[in-house]
């Protein structure tokens, strides 16, 4: 009589044979409502081509503008190249998921998306903070603006910002390509997302969500602690101004920035710095649209448009009186 013996090693051998792995994903887009998917279609394609002009048209007047060389605007160019550069990251899919429907996509070609969005939204979080020092030294030691925010330093917090972004991305992918995704592949989203991602996996997450919780309280709460930091030392040297004009000036430039970080945060702090996998993903979506199409599109407009000397920039370029 013959004995049939597995070993431990055969039969985990067999059983990976048997677990196969997800080759593509199945994105479902913002909207399942055939009657709502051409309206949104035409709504967000009009904002995406708006964004992109706004943008466009901020670094080419800070290129092309001596005027405009000064630290705010440097930062202001890299933020409009970062806002062009993320709303092509996020809205050809959504797009397409609008136009088509449900739609798959290959393993390699989500984590590609998934790494340029992590980069850029860690970069953007950065270059905010940076925004609001260089504010907080304009505003509370003016004296020392020159040699606080000289081109070496500015060229340096833009260097790390982006440097910061693209090195927490590889941690972040990395560790999310390597879980292992047995099926069902479909995220309920309109791109390739952490969340969604990890609620597909078949194996234990756990360290990946570590990895995820500590990148975002770093990246996200470190530079809004910053940013806040900042706006609150401006509140105060404001309201000690004795001109009422230049407190109304002051006010005026910080509560617009204000609100473009308020709503940026609010959002990607309540998707990103929760240790959990998120449930509720058609809030997701929701709040997943703020921060990839409603501030890279309302951003140009409350940090250069409504400025005085980009209006005088814009007036020079387009030969208006």
Known sequence: MSTNFVSPQMERSLESGNMSRVQEFVLLGLSARLGMRGVLFAVFLTLYLL???????????????????KPMYFFLGNLSCLEMCYVSVTMPSLLVGLWTGPFHVPFTAC???????IVLICTECTLLASMAYDRYVAICRPL????LMRPQVCLGLALSSWL??????VAKT???????YCGPNVLNQFFCDVSPLLNLSCTHVALTEL??????IVIFCGTLLVALASYSAIG??????????????????????????????SAALFIYCRPSRIKSMDLNKVLSVV???????????IYCLRNREVHVALRKTLHWP
């Open 51 to 69: 964004t992109l002009l706004e943008n466009t048209l901020i670094v080419c007047l800070i290129c092309s503008h001596s005027e405009l060389r």
């Open 111 to 117: 984590m590609t998306q998934l790494f340029f969005f």
């Open 144 to 147: 020392h603006y020159p040699l």
């Open 164 to 169: 910061g972004g693209l090195l927490v991305s």
């Open 174 to 180: 990395t560790c999310i390509a390597s879980l292992s």
């Open 211 to 216: 990895v995820d919780f500590i990148s975002a």
């Open 236 to 265: 105060v040297a404001v309201l000690r101004m004795p001109s009422a004009a230049a407190r109304r000036k002051a006010f005026s430039t910080c509560a617009s920035h204000l609100i473009v970080v308020g709503i940026f945060y």
């Open 291 to 301: 921060y990839t199409v409603v501030t890279p599109m309302c951003n140009p407009v």
